[in-house]
């Protein structure tokens, strides 16, 4: 069983920028697929990003394309989240999470068995 730690929510102002780090133990990361999602109150999660085993095509929201940038530590076993522009429509609970080795063409939170607890991300003057 794997186990996720997310760390690096803060409170940042609009045009802000802020990485969040997800790191695992119990279980590797290289060879599975690791998503980040998000969840404002009164919303439904979404999937902001996700990277397949392999690294290749990321996924990322339309409401974050060219802002935010998924990446991957294997010698940490940590996957980052970089977020530019941050917009209080940014505003939101992240969660990563781990799955099957491939993304897929709009993940799921259904397709992700492995949860951390979250890291609050507001955005706000």
């Known amino acids: 069983q794997v186990h996720l730690v997310e760390s690096g929510g803060d409170l940042v102002q609009p045009g802000g920028s802020l990485r969040l780090s997800c790191t695992a133990s119990g279980r590797t990361l290289e060879y599975e697929a690791i998503a980040w999602f998000r969840q404002a109150p009164g919303k439904e999660r979404e999937a902001v990003s996700c990277?397949?085993?392999?690294?290749?095509?990321?996924y990322y929201g339309d409401s974050v394309k060219g802002r935010f940038t998924i990446s991957r530590d294997n010698a940490k076993n940590t996957v980052y989240l970089r977020m530019t522009s941050l917009s209080p429509y940014d505003t939101a609970v992240y969660y990563c999470?781990?799955?099957?080795?491939?993304?897929?063409?709009?993940?799921?939170?259904?397709?992700?068995?492995?949860w951390g607890q979250g890291t609050q991300v507001t955005v706000s003057s």
């Open positions: 990277l397949s085993k392999n690294d290749v095509m990321p």
């Open positions: 999470a781990t799955g099957p080795q491939y993304c897929g063409l709009a993940p799921e939170p259904a397709d992700f068995d492995s």
